[in-house]
């Protein structure tokens, strides 16, 4: 196979990435009220209008539902979706498509990872007080 030919195959998007994107800000939100202040103050960044983030406790559990309902369609999408697609790419071994599917699952957990720990810092939380 040549050169061009492997830029003619075109990897399978599946919009695991607008899911990733969405998992990922769902999570921050969802910690805004008592994750993200911590972070800024570790940061550096201060002031009074980090209290103003208390507002989105609320709606927390319904943002964190958001999330972890992102994630598990991304991860329908990146592991168990569209398996004609990856069976043609494998077919034509396009190493393309290969490389795509390698790098979207390691988003995959990392954007998993950073969802995790937000959700559940507040559920630690009360161990170390």
């Known amino acids: 196979m040549s050169f061009?030919?492997?830029?003619?195959?075109?990897?399978?998007?599946?919009g695991a990435a607008s899911v990733l994107t969405l998992a990922g800000i769902a999570a921050l939100l969802a910690s805004a009220c008592c994750v993200l202040p911590l972070v800024f103050v570790v940061v550096g960044i201060s002031g009074a209008w980090i209290?103003?983030?208390?507002?989105?406790?609320?709606?927390s559990p319904w943002l964190?539902?958001?999330?972890?309902?992102?994630?598990?369609?991304?991860?329908?999408?990146?592991?168990?979706g569209k398996a004609p697609v990856r069976a043609a790419c494998a077919q034509d071994g396009a190493t393309a498509c290969r490389t795509v599917g390698t790098v979207a699952r390691r988003w995959f957990w990392f954007v998993a990872l950073l969802t995790a720990v937000p959700l559940?810092?507040?559920?630690?939380?009360?161990?170390?007080?």
């Open 120 to 129: 559940v810092v507040p559920l630690l939380a009360p161990f170390f007080y």
């Open 64 to 80: 964190a539902g958001l999330a972890l309902m992102s994630l598990g369609i991304a991860a329908w999408r990146l592991f168990l």
């Open 4 to 14: 061009a030919d492997a830029n003619e195959i075109s990897p399978p998007t599946d």
């Open 51 to 59: 209290s103003q983030l208390q507002r989105f406790e609320p709606y």
